[in-house]
Nanobody, 122 residues
């Protein structure tokens, strides 16, 4: 089991940027495919982005492709989500996740973080 702690959320105006960080402990993330998910009020949790454990290839939800970038630093046991050109519809709690399948979808997640709130004002 790996413990995940997200940070970097906050309030930002539409068009702005935020960088989320996910700090892992307990095990090295080099063993895991990693991902970011989000959940808006009244909606189900949805996939945002994932990154492969071996090659760092990435895959994005259509709604964020071209605006968000997922990356990982195995040496630091960290995963990041750079979010640019933010829109009000990006408002949600963002969760870091670890699993053993790429692309990492919700049903393949073994460990979740506690989430960090991102609010985008119009």
């Amino acid at each position: 089991q790996v413990q995940l702690v997200e940070s970097g959320g906050g309030l930002v105006q539409a068009g702005g940027s935020l960088r989320l960080s996910c700090a892992a402990s307990g095990r090295t993330i080099s063993r895991y495919d990693m991902g970011w998910f989000r959940q808006a009020p009244g909606k189900e949790r949805e996939f945002v982005a994932t990154i492969d454990r071996l090659t760092s290839r990435t895959y994005y939800a259509g709604s964020v492709k071209g605006r968000f970038t997922i990356s990982r630093d195995n040496a630091k046991n960290m995963v990041y989500l750079q979010m640019n050109s933010l829109k009000p519809e990006d408002t949600a709690v963002y969760y870091c996740a670890a699993g053993d399948r790429y692309p990492l979808l919700s049903r393949s997640v073994d460990d979740w973080g506690q989430g960090t709130q991102v609010t985008v004002s119009s």
